[in-house]
């Protein structure tokens, strides 16, 4: 029920395995699409990182699919964890921080 309201409230799509889920929405950049990651859940016996690869692929995959240019993630700075998120989305993923202001941090990379 929680990802129709997902859905429903916010907009955004949600991709799903057995263990997880990524919500996410395309939005243009100018005239390009661009992929915006906005949550992942992982169930704590699944957080051993394969599972986080594959949410991050389906939802690249979504991108690909909607001809996106760009990938944008969020970290809250004032949520729990926020701090491995963000060193997750810089060096696993390999994303640079571009704007950092209230609270949030944007993290942006190309979508190859």
Not at 34 to 62: F, H, T
Not at 71 to 85: C, F, M, P, Q, S
């Given at each position: 029920?929680?990802?129709?309201?997902?859905?429903?409230?916010?907009?955004?799509?949600?991709?799903?395995?057995?263990?997880g889920f990524i919500s996410w929405h395309i939005?243009?950049?100018?005239?390009?699409n661009v992929l915006s990651l906005n949550d992942?859940?992982?169930?704590?016996?699944?957080?051993?990182?394969?599972?986080?690869?594959?949410?991050?692929?389906?939802?690249?995959?979504?991108?690909?699919?909607?001809?996106?240019?760009?990938?944008?993630?969020?970290?809250?700075?004032?949520?729990?964890?926020?701090?491995?998120?963000?060193?997750?989305?810089?060096?696993?993923?390999?994303f640079k921080v571009i704007k950092a202001e209230?609270?949030?941090?944007?993290?942006?990379?190309?979508?190859?």
């Amino acid at each position: 029920m929680w990802l129709e309201y997902i859905k429903e409230r916010q907009g955004h799509e949600v991709s799903e395995t057995e263990n997880g889920f990524i919500s996410w929405h395309i939005e243009k950049y100018g005239k390009d699409n661009v992929l915006s990651l906005n949550d992942i859940y992982i169930r704590p016996k699944a957080r051993d990182g394969k599972e986080l690869q594959e949410l991050y692929n389906l939802a690249i995959k979504q991108g690909k699919a909607n001809n996106c240019k760009y990938i944008l993630a969020y970290v809250e700075v004032n949520t729990k964890g926020a701090d491995k998120r963000l060193l997750m989305h810089i060096f696993k993923f390999k994303f640079k921080v571009i704007k950092a202001e209230n609270g949030k941090i944007t993290l942006f990379k190309e979508l190859v």
